[in-house]
Each structure stands twice: as structure tokens, then as C-alpha cells.
């Protein structure tokens, strides 16, 4: 379903700057609760990204995080300090390097997941019926949006 595509609207406009406020709030806090795991939010997003059952390419997690591979080179080092990543060697390729989740990186990952997946406190104290209907707001929102950060 093609969504109509024109100037933004006063409406739209204060959505936007609702959800950017919203998601500054839950920042702040997930950045606290984080800290108590030792990472960073951007720390915390690559776990995300990394599939415990596949290795993830360095530059495919480039690209999930919207970041340009030097970054994630500086990402991976503290991870894999940490214990929580590998690098190795690519399969089919041995100059490409992917990432693999040891059994630890595993069991913080789920933990970040769960961390990730907690709504804010604005969102949660909502009716169910308003926190259906702005979840299928914003699936419609999204609907043609290609999706490059997986869950």
C-alpha cells in the first residue's frame, strides 16, 4: 500500500516531534540501565543486531547501525574485550571478517533484547486499545519503509 508522499503538515510535524521527544525520554533511561550492563547504547544495538545462530559480517553491522565500517571496528574491539563477540574469518571470503556472539555475548544480548523491547513508561501506561492503535499507526507508518535493522 503506497502512501501519499507531500508537504508535511502541521499535524505531522508535531507527530514527529512527539516521537523524537519520546524517544529522547526512553534514551536517558535505557542509557542508565545499560551503563549497569557496561555498554553503550550503540554497544547495545550491535548485540541486538547479532543473529546468535548466524555470523554477521562487520560491514553488514555497518549498515544495520547506520555507521561507516571504521566505526564498528572501535564497537567490536570493546565487545570483543569484553568476551561478548568473535571475529572470524568469512566463509566464503577469509578477507571479510563476521562476527559470532560467544556464550556470554549471548546471554547479555538477551538481556539488551529485553532491555530494547521495554517501552517507555508513556507508552505503557496507555489504554491497550490507544496502544493498539498507535502500534498500527505507526505499522502503517512504516509499511513501505525498507528494513535494514533486524530484531
Known amino acids: 500500500m503506497a502512501i501519499a508522499t507531500g508537504p508535511a503538515t502541521a499535524a505531522a510535524r508535531e507527530a514527529w516531534e512527539l516521537l523524537f521527544r519520546l524517544a529522547k525520554a526512553k534514551h536517558g ?57 568473535e571475529r572470524r574469518p568469512g566463509a566464503g571470503d577469509r578477507r571479510v571478517k563476521t562476527l559470532v556472539l560467544t556464550p556470554e555475548g549471548a546471554e547479555v544480548r538477551a538481556q539488551v533484547v529485553t532491555l530494547l523491547s521495554e517501552p517507555p513508561a508513556a507508552i505503557a501506561r496507555l489504554p491497550e486499545p490507544d496502544q493498539l492503535a498507535l502500534r498500527d499507526l505507526l505499522r502503517r507508518a512504516l509499511a513501505d519503509e525498507p528494513t535494514t535493522v533486524r530484531p
Not at 555498554?39 to 549498515?63: F, N
Open 29 to 85: 533511561v535505557l542509557a542508565t540501565r545499560l551503563a549497569g550492563l557496561d555498554l553503550t547504547t550503540v554497544q547495545a544495538h550491535a548485540l541486538r543486531i547479532l543473529d546468535p545462530e548466524r555470523p554477521l559480517a562487520m560491514s553488514e553491522l555497518a549498515d544495520a547501525l547506520y555507521c561507516h565500517a571504521s566505526n564498528v571496528t572501535g564497537i567490536v574491539d570493546r565487545l570483543e574485550s569484553r568476551g561478548l563477540v
